[in-house]
């Protein structure tokens, strides 16, 4: 019943060192693997909650699961949790969940790139049955969302306005596809454009041409140093150079102004808010005690 920061003190207290030790390899060699596993856990708990359920695979009368959603488009490194919990089964068999995996994964690429180490609690069960990809049709945010849809979403979690600009703050890390900036930089009418530092919006239309043909890839850094988790999202973004609606959004919103200009300044204080954001986002939805199941790989549900 419920998480608890000592849920495999007995049945696998080794746990968060063979998820450490087994990505410190995948970290060196792919550093781009911390910023997709973070955006991982992000698509994962959004839906249905942070049961590993975007980790099925189609097959076994799964025909269409989430990552049929054009929502999960960039979405990568699934395989990875898969490979660390084939790591933990060797060991413990059968007692870790791949939910409590893939939030250990986005915990430590928050870490491995300078961010907060965060201590999260454990204890999650995984889902015995996969969404289609009408769920995250509907609950994914689009590249186009804005400021209230954004405090929706996060607020819904229990997190205040300081912790729902911290954990936008993930933007700090990663890269964002030519194709989900298409609206955004070929508005009709250019209000998309308004705010935006001049030399910035001629960049991103360079780099993003209009149209379909490149735009799966070609993409933009999400902000200046996209491997390491640092305040640059916050400093960008005041700057006008923030890549997405959202970004660029809260700068001028009343509500958020304030807080994006303070994590601009405060590095601390956003790492701070991020803690607590993430353990929030971690828990939702969540599965516990006698609910959902252990799967033996993450991608299949039995
Ligand atoms: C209203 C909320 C949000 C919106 C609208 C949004 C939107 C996006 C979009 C459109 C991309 C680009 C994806 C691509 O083109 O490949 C992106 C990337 C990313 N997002 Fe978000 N996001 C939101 C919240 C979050 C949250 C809460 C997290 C994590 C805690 C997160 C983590 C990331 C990361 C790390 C990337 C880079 C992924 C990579 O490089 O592979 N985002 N986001
Ligand atoms: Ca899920
Ligand atoms: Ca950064």
Redesign the pocket.
């Known amino acids: 019943f419920g998480l608890s920061y000592n849920f495999y003190e007995k049945s696998c207290p080794q746990v968060e060192d063979i998820v450490r030790k087994g990505l410190q390899p995948i970290f060196l060699t792919d550093p781009?693997s911390a910023?997709?596993l973070?955006?991982l856990?992000?698509h994962d708990c959004q839906v249905q909650g942070c049961d590993a359920s975007i980790l099925v695979d189609p097959g076994n009368g799964n025909e269409a699961t989430e990552m049929a959603s054009s929502k999960n488009?960039?979405i990568?490194k699934r395989e990875i949790v898969s490979m660390v919990k084939s790591m933990v089964e060797a060991q413990c068999p059968q007692q870790v969940s791949c939910a409590d995996i893939l939030i250990l994964a986005a915990r430590e690429a928050v870490a491995v790139t300078g961010g907060p180490r965060i201590k999260v609690p454990l204890g999650r069960r995984d889902s015995s049955h996969a969404p289609s990809h009408r769920l995250p049709d509907a609950l994914l945010?689009?590249?186009t969302?804005g400021v209230s849809?954004?405090l929706n979403?996060f607020t819904n979690k229990g997190m205040n306005l300081e912790e729902s600009v911290a954990?936008?703050g993930?933007?700090t890390?990663?890269?964002?596809?030519c194709?989900?900036l298409q609206n955004r930089l070929y508005s009709r009418n250019n209000d998309e454009l308004r705010g935006m530092e001049p030399g910035f919006a001629a960049f991103l239309r360079l780099t993003c041409q209009k149209g379909p043909l490149t735009s799966n890839l070609s993409?933009v850094l999400?902000d200046p140093t996209?491997f390491s988790f640092d305040n640059e999202y916050y400093v960008n973004a005041m700057r006008g150079r923030g890549v997405?609606k959202?970004d660029a959004e809260m700068v001028s919103n009343p509500k958020t102004a304030h807080v994006m200009k303070h994590f601009s300044m405060n590095e601390a204080d956003f790492f701070r808010a991020f803690y607590s954001a993430?353990v929030k986002?971690s828990r939702y939805g969540v599965l516990t005690g006698k609910q959902g199941v252990i799967r033996k790989n993450c991608n299949q549900l039995s």
């Open positions: 781009t910023p997709a973070l955006r856990m992000f488009l960039g990568r945010p689009p590249a969302a849809e954004m979403i954990v936008l993930a933007h890390l990663g890269i964002t596809h194709s989900n993409f999400n996209p997405l959202i993430f986002l």
